[in-house]
């Protein structure tokens, strides 16, 4: 019993973990139906300099704050950069130019700080808190809850606010989204401002557990990804649910079968979903109106 | 770094012009992977053979004749580091070639180096490079079979008999798993828990929950590198499993006790070289001298502290310079081969070398030290 409590608190750690990776890509994707695959480099940005700022004397709190912007000014560079001039383009070129992008922000990590690993200390400490034999980090309590909490503020975001359904908008038809009013560009803007913003506050909490170094974006971004891929892309309750669910799959594979197989489990129960379910647990069906 | 080996090949040229005679120079060819997955090997190695070239010949060369150094960045990939190899000996015309970072890159640069007939010393530690003996291939790192049998020699020491390994399935985990699998029950070792992590895992307690459940096991041994020894010394903290946990030579550096935190870390035991316990050393040891002048003028130079991979090629140069020096002829890749087979007593960062027609390592268990951590700082326990 205590081993089944131990492996569910290992997946809710990994899983809150690709939840908070999968939360970022909602933002970009319901604003241009763009996967945004410098996603990993965000959250990997967002760890780094808190890493270097933190060590340069500044106290922890402050260290994220300047990641978070940072790296959500960065967001916005890419879009002012390589996607607004690409406007027009068709999806996969964008998703294209996103992958060219994290590979430019991970050569100019290495460049600019180094490539050894790095973490800086948990929140609150590491003593772990024991519940009925089991131990869970408090660190994980802190990832977990801030996949909540990304988690109800986008929801807020995009069905209370208008700025939430301007980006809605905008991805459902970009002309009409014009013609009634609404600044696309900022939106774009905006979009991608949010999603880096997410991306290094999910980097900020999960290096003291997964450390961090100038390569780690890529894995992050593809189990984020599949996380995001098996809730429904774009759907926030989709991501968390997505992230939460392949955590615990492969902890339980690890657990209960074999930790050489816990992937293969994981990608075969999201291969069978995604079969059945084409648009994931919580995606909406598309209708092409002709 | 070309443009570099080019301004020093037109000082020379001018050098010569003005003097009227050409000065002679040995060439000698590197391709590492200073950027890349394995730049945290390849770095400090290319750092360590341009600092060691640029003082050699400040203080005359071997000779009197200087080294001209053709350092090429491979960025961890087989297939430049082939390219590179070739030309290194067509169009470079190197006498020896030192890298290979990663075996994968070693491989590619081997069979260069065989079929051309140019020494190579290779950097990377699977023992398949030296194993059957090739006639130009030699290495300087450790096998990971040795690092098995000394962290066996430790256990059996205790009179541990049962242990429970995790390892990481990076090319490193892997291969040392299978070695260590293999010479186990050579030491009276009975694995009796065998899981593995991915190399990018947040999370392990739940193969070490099973190690746990598994009845007898006295100990753990983490064969990996990178981020995962880390986590899984940080992990077998948090779940309080209280038997000692071994780790392997690949996370042999301070930065590891930095990531696992000194508290989880404390007693942990792994196989490690001098390098690593350089200002502990007596000053009676054989390795004194060498470790200390490298690693003095490495953090002089870089301002960074050394590393295990900076130190293998630091005596894969050492190995280099002693056989040119008794080879006679610098031109000759044929006679370097022969003189660095008949290397004997040479030390290094690593250990002390004694080449032999069937040992192209040349070092054996006395190379490794058993460390241990304790109060977030090294420990000989020998």
């Given at each position: 019993m205590d081993a089944l409590l131990q492996f569910l608190f290992s997946g809710l750690t990994v899983g809150a973990v690709y939840a908070l990776v999968a939360l970022g890509f909602t933002i970009i994707y319901n604003a241009?139906?763009?996967?945004?695959?410098?996603q990993g480099e965000f959250v990997m940005l967002g760890g780094m300099i808190t890493v270097f700022t933190y060590q340069a004397g500044l106290p922890l709190p402050l260290a994220a704050v300047i990641a978070i912007l940072v790296t959500s000014a960065i967001g916005v560079a890419l879009n002012k950069l390589a996607i607004e001039p690409a406007r027009g383009a068709p999806v996969v070129s964008l998703i294209i130019i996103t992958i060219g992008a994290s590979i430019v922000i991970r050569g100019a990590t290495q460049l600019i700080f180094d490539k050894q690993l790095h973490r800086f200390p948990s929140f609150s400490g590491d003593d772990p808190i024991h519940v009925l034999g089991a131990t869970i980090l408090p660190q994980s309590l802190w990832v977990i809850a801030g996949a909540l909490a990304v988690f109800v503020g986008l929801w807020i975001f995009f069905t209370r606010t208008l700025t939430g359904k301007a980006v809605l908008a905008t991805a459902n038809n970009r002309v009409a989204a014009q013609l009634v009013g609404i600044n696309t560009g900022w939106v774009m803007t905006l979009s991608f401002g949010l999603s880096a913003a997410i991306g290094a506050f999910a980097g900020v909490l999960v290096t003291p557990i997964t450390l961090v170094g100038y390569d780690v974006g890529v894995a992050l971004a593809l189990k984020g990804f599949a996380a995001a891929m098996l809730g429904g892309m774009g759907n926030p309750k989709g991501a968390l649910v997505g992230g939460l669910l392949l955590g615990c799959f492969e902890a339980l594979t690890a657990g209960y079968l074999s930790s050489q197989y816990k992937e293969a489990v994981a990608f075969i129960v999201i291969l069978g979903v995604l079969f059945v379910m084409p648009q994931g647990l919580f995606g909406s069906k598309s209708t092409e109106r002709v | 770094m070309m443009s570099k080996t080019t301004t020093a090949l037109a000082t020379l040229a001018a050098l010569g012009a003005l003097t009227g005679a050409a000065q002679a120079e040995i060439r000698l060819g590197v391709s590492v992977s200073a950027t890349g997955p394995a730049a945290f090997l390849g770095d400090p190695e290319a750092k360590t053979l341009e600092m060691l070239v640029e003082q050699l010949n400040e203080e005359g060369g071997i000779n009197g004749e200087e080294i001209a150094l053709t350092l090429y960045d491979d960025g961890g990939d087989p297939n430049k580091a082939r390219t590179f190899a070739t030309r290194l000996v067509e169009d470079d015309e190197v006498v020896a070639i030192i890298g290979g970072s990663t075996t994968g890159t070693t491989m590619s640069i081997l069979s260069v180096a065989e079929d051309e007939g140019i020494p190579f010393i290779s950097l990377?530690?699977?023992?398949?490079i030296i194993d059957p003996v090739r006639e130009f291939v030699f290495k300087t790192p450790h096998t990971d079979r040795m690092a098995c049998e000394k962290i066996f020699t430790d256990m059996q020491a205790q009179d541990i008999t049962r242990i429970g390994m995790i390892s990481g399935t990076d090319g490193f985990g892997a291969s040392m798993q299978a070695q260590c699998k293999d010479v186990a029950g050579e030491y009276g070792i009975e694995i009796v828990a065998d899981e593995t992590y991915g190399?990018?895992?947040?999370?392990m307690t739940p193969q070490l929950t099973r190690i746990r459940n598994?009845?007898?096991?006295q100990a753990v041994l983490n064969p990996g590198f990178g981020q995962g020894p880390a986590i899984v010394t940080r992990n077998v903290a948090q779940l309080g499993f209280e038997v000692p946990l071994y780790q392997s030579h690949g996370v042999a550096s301070d930065a590891f006790i930095e990531l696992a935190g000194a508290e989880a870390a404390e007693g942990l035991r792994l196989p490690g070289t001098a390098l690593l316990i350089a200002d502990k050393?007596?000053?009676?040891?054989?390795?004194y001298e060498v470790v200390t002048s490298y690693t003095e003028a490495y953090k002089a130079k870089y301002d960074q502290d050394v590393s295990t991979f900076g130190g293998y090629a630091h005596d894969a140069f050492a190995l280099i310079v002693d056989a040119i020096s008794r080879a006679g002829d610098s031109e000759d890749p044929q006679a370097i081969r022969d003189a660095l087979e008949e290397t004997?007593?040479?030390?290094g960062t690593t250990g002390t070398y004694a080449f032999s027609p069937e040992d192209h390592l040349g070092l054996d268990l006395s190379a490794f030290r058993m460390l241990e951590i304790k109060d977030g700082d090294w420990l000989s326990v020998e």
């Amino acid at each position: 019993m205590d081993a089944l409590l131990q492996f569910l608190f290992s997946g809710l750690t990994v899983g809150a973990v690709y939840a908070l990776v999968a939360l970022g890509f909602t933002i970009i994707y319901n604003a241009s139906d763009v996967v945004n695959f410098a996603q990993g480099e965000f959250v990997m940005l967002g760890g780094m300099i808190t890493v270097f700022t933190y060590q340069a004397g500044l106290p922890l709190p402050l260290a994220a704050v300047i990641a978070i912007l940072v790296t959500s000014a960065i967001g916005v560079a890419l879009n002012k950069l390589a996607i607004e001039p690409a406007r027009g383009a068709p999806v996969v070129s964008l998703i294209i130019i996103t992958i060219g992008a994290s590979i430019v922000i991970r050569g100019a990590t290495q460049l600019i700080f180094d490539k050894q690993l790095h973490r800086f200390p948990s929140f609150s400490g590491d003593d772990p808190i024991h519940v009925l034999g089991a131990t869970i980090l408090p660190q994980s309590l802190w990832v977990i809850a801030g996949a909540l909490a990304v988690f109800v503020g986008l929801w807020i975001f995009f069905t209370r606010t208008l700025t939430g359904k301007a980006v809605l908008a905008t991805a459902n038809n970009r002309v009409a989204a014009q013609l009634v009013g609404i600044n696309t560009g900022w939106v774009m803007t905006l979009s991608f401002g949010l999603s880096a913003a997410i991306g290094a506050f999910a980097g900020v909490l999960v290096t003291p557990i997964t450390l961090v170094g100038y390569d780690v974006g890529v894995a992050l971004a593809l189990k984020g990804f599949a996380a995001a891929m098996l809730g429904g892309m774009g759907n926030p309750k989709g991501a968390l649910v997505g992230g939460l669910l392949l955590g615990c799959f492969e902890a339980l594979t690890a657990g209960y079968l074999s930790s050489q197989y816990k992937e293969a489990v994981a990608f075969i129960v999201i291969l069978g979903v995604l079969f059945v379910m084409p648009q994931g647990l919580f995606g909406s069906k598309s209708t092409e109106r002709v | 770094m070309m443009s570099k080996t080019t301004t020093a090949l037109a000082t020379l040229a001018a050098l010569g012009a003005l003097t009227g005679a050409a000065q002679a120079e040995i060439r000698l060819g590197v391709s590492v992977s200073a950027t890349g997955p394995a730049a945290f090997l390849g770095d400090p190695e290319a750092k360590t053979l341009e600092m060691l070239v640029e003082q050699l010949n400040e203080e005359g060369g071997i000779n009197g004749e200087e080294i001209a150094l053709t350092l090429y960045d491979d960025g961890g990939d087989p297939n430049k580091a082939r390219t590179f190899a070739t030309r290194l000996v067509e169009d470079d015309e190197v006498v020896a070639i030192i890298g290979g970072s990663t075996t994968g890159t070693t491989m590619s640069i081997l069979s260069v180096a065989e079929d051309e007939g140019i020494p190579f010393i290779s950097l990377a530690g699977a023992i398949s490079i030296i194993d059957p003996v090739r006639e130009f291939v030699f290495k300087t790192p450790h096998t990971d079979r040795m690092a098995c049998e000394k962290i066996f020699t430790d256990m059996q020491a205790q009179d541990i008999t049962r242990i429970g390994m995790i390892s990481g399935t990076d090319g490193f985990g892997a291969s040392m798993q299978a070695q260590c699998k293999d010479v186990a029950g050579e030491y009276g070792i009975e694995i009796v828990a065998d899981e593995t992590y991915g190399p990018q895992d947040a999370d392990m307690t739940p193969q070490l929950t099973r190690i746990r459940n598994t009845d007898g096991v006295q100990a753990v041994l983490n064969p990996g590198f990178g981020q995962g020894p880390a986590i899984v010394t940080r992990n077998v903290a948090q779940l309080g499993f209280e038997v000692p946990l071994y780790q392997s030579h690949g996370v042999a550096s301070d930065a590891f006790i930095e990531l696992a935190g000194a508290e989880a870390a404390e007693g942990l035991r792994l196989p490690g070289t001098a390098l690593l316990i350089a200002d502990k050393l007596a000053e009676d040891d054989a390795q004194y001298e060498v470790v200390t002048s490298y690693t003095e003028a490495y953090k002089a130079k870089y301002d960074q502290d050394v590393s295990t991979f900076g130190g293998y090629a630091h005596d894969a140069f050492a190995l280099i310079v002693d056989a040119i020096s008794r080879a006679g002829d610098s031109e000759d890749p044929q006679a370097i081969r022969d003189a660095l087979e008949e290397t004997s007593g040479l030390v290094g960062t690593t250990g002390t070398y004694a080449f032999s027609p069937e040992d192209h390592l040349g070092l054996d268990l006395s190379a490794f030290r058993m460390l241990e951590i304790k109060d977030g700082d090294w420990l000989s326990v020998e």
